[in-house]
């Protein structure tokens, strides 16, 4: 088999890429792989999210066919439904409510479960200055703390794991919603 | 050439590749990324020309008065090189999507070239982290600081039941995509990767290989990344995913200890071949370099090299990627001589490195 990019070469290489969200298989040689940077080592060529335009047919369910019929438009964007389908890709956060429905089950077996239970904006603009800091001076204590015992400076460790547990017990300013873990 | 860009990034070593990071003899980095979208802006697609441009003046302009970010560049892609290009992306830093962008595309680079915050591609603003070694809390607490901040200043796409609203559905809800890329030669070698692909999916974790499925990983690297963004509080699928890589490195260093015990000549064949090959090759394509490198990497975590130890293999995996590789040499080059100079790059430094394989 020749190389499909210079035609000259034997094809040594199989490689799968993703153009305009299809998967296609490429055969070439290995300069050309070079080249065209089919074989630098940046992982997620094929991301899950790439494959959307084969999974927007299964998330517009044929149910709600009329809903998600063709010639619906989101009013906000103008996407259609045929380029939602074509790209996987909403056109602006109203899509979301314009093609929602039909989307419920698909997100369903997407995702673990249709409810957001995570962080939300109003908590993170809340987690004041005074929050984030102390959270982000104790992850650098902690980190100073295993370096300490690594170190096997003990009396050093047993300072700053006190500190640790002063900054533990000041009550924070504004409850801040998303601690890190 | 202007190489203004790379060579301000290529100042500073790979900041994510530490040899002595928690089980780094496994797990190369940890990455988080956030995707956000500014409310009342149509998401990249299709948003207006104008609009991209305004958002990503607006949002790099904000950025330098940030406390979560010290930006070290911000880059729009056309002032960016092809080889700027290579490099930034050599170091995680943008994608080939946003490569294929024009004006009001663009990333900002904090001075620890591990932050970063990627600005139209798919969606208005990415956050993303990375840390060495298997530390997903890491690279968490600091997207997380940055969208705190970020959060106090605009307003993000976001319904109380979906969370934060994203141009792929695949993102909505936390918007979080948490992912380790991990070196399993052992697991690889024992044939053990479509089990743990299989294991991978029931669990809700993408593993990818360099090419996308499976088998072609070059040098044994995969990236192992949550599937579900939905459902879930971002501090639970970090501890989630951590307590899976955990379990995978445990099982990696087991395999390779089995690898050493009962097909010890088999193991060290690849390792000595590998470094037959660097030491003495005249010419090397970037993903027999890297495949070769990954080889000498395991011997060198397993010890079975006298006098090699891993330091400098991962800064020399990045070295010899085609982006670093034609920045070192200071010109373009084309492919062959893109193969001789990388193969003489490592042949001295592997000679500097004094080692004699066993």
């Not at chain 1, 799968?16 to 080249?35: F, M, N, R, S």
């Not at chain 1, 094929?46 to 438009?73: F, I, K, R, S």
């Not at chain 2, 060579?7 to 994510?16: E, G, T």
């Not at chain 2, 319904?159 to 918007?175: E, I, M, S």
């Amino acid at each position: 088999m020749q190389c499909e990019a210079c035609q000259l070469k034997p094809a040594e290489m199989h490689v799968k890429k993703v153009v305009d969200g299809t998967i296609q298989l490429l055969h070439v040689c290995t300069e050309c792989a070079d080249t065209n940077g089919l074989d630098d080592v940046a992982p997620g060529t094929l991301e899950a999210a790439q494959l959307m335009p084969h999974l927007a047919d299964e998330l517009l369910l044929a149910d709600h066919a009329e809903e998600a019929g063709p010639n619906h438009h989101c009013g906000t964007c103008g996407l259609s439904t045929e380029e939602f389908r074509s790209t996987g890709r909403f056109g602006c956060e109203k899509c979301y409510s314009r093609f929602g429905d039909a989307l419920r089950l698909g997100l369903s077996r997407m995702h673990r479960g249709l409810s957001h239970v995570g962080k939300t904006p109003r908590l993170a603009a809340d987690s004041n200055s005074a929050g984030s800091g102390r959270q982000s001076r104790a992850g650098q204590l902690q980190e100073e703390l295993a370096r300490a015992i690594a170190a096997e400076d003990y009396e050093r460790a047993a300072a700053i794991r006190d500190r640790i547990g002063r900054l533990k017990m000041t009550p924070p300013g504004r409850h801040s919603g998303c601690a890190a873990p | 050439m202007k190489l203004e860009m790379s060579a301000k990034l290529a100042a500073q070593s790979v900041p994510w590749l530490h040899e002595q990071a928690r089980d780094s003899d496994v797990v190369l980095s940890s990455r988080v990324r956030l995707a956000r979208n500014l409310t009342g802006i149509p998401f990249p697609s299709r948003a207006a020309q104008q609009q991209r441009e305004a958002l990503f003046h607006d949002l790099s302009q904000l950025s330098g008065a940030l406390h979560a970010i010290s930006p070290l560049l911000v880059a729009e892609v056309p002032d960016l090189s092809d080889i700027d290009r290579q490099v930034f992306r050599e170091r995680h830093l943008i994608s080939q999507k946003l490569c294929e962008k024009g004006k009001g595309s663009g990333v900002v680079v904090d001075d620890s070239q591990s932050l970063s915050m990627i600005l139209n591609e798919e969606d208005h603003l990415r956050i993303q982290a990375i840390s060495p070694g298997l530390d997903l809390s890491a690279a968490w607490r600091r997207v997380d600081a940055l969208d705190n901040e970020l959060a106090q200043h605009r307003t993000f796409a976001f319904d109380k039941t979906l969370g934060y609203l994203t141009a792929c559905p695949t993102n909505v809800g936390t918007g979080m995509r948490a992912s380790a890329m991990m070196h399993l030669p052992g697991l690889a070698l024992s044939g053990m990767i479509p089990r743990v692909c299989r294991a991978g999916c029931q669990l809700g974790i993408a593993v990818r290989g360099q090419f996308g499925e499976g088998t072609e990983a070059v040098g044994h690297i995969f990236q192992l990344s949550n599937q579900a963004t939905l459902g879930e509080t971002e501090v639970d699928i970090i501890a989630r995913l951590e307590g899976i890589f955990r379990q995978l490195v445990w099982s990696e260093r087991n395999a390779r200890r089995n690898l050493l015990a009962k097909r010890r000549n088999e193991l060290l064949d690849v390792v000595g071949k590998a470094y037959g090959r660097l030491r003495y090759g005249y010419m090397l394509s970037s993903k027999e370099a890297v495949n070769q490198l990954c080889d000498l990497r395991l011997g060198a975590c397993l010890g079975v090299l006298p006098g090699l130890n891993a330091d400098g293999i991962g800064d020399l995996i990045a070295a010899v990627l085609p982006g670093h590789l034609q920045l070192g040499a200071g010109c373009a080059l084309s492919g062959s001589e893109r193969a001789a100079f990388r193969a003489r790059t490592i042949r001295e430094k592997l000679a500097a490195k004094g080692t004699s394989a066993a």
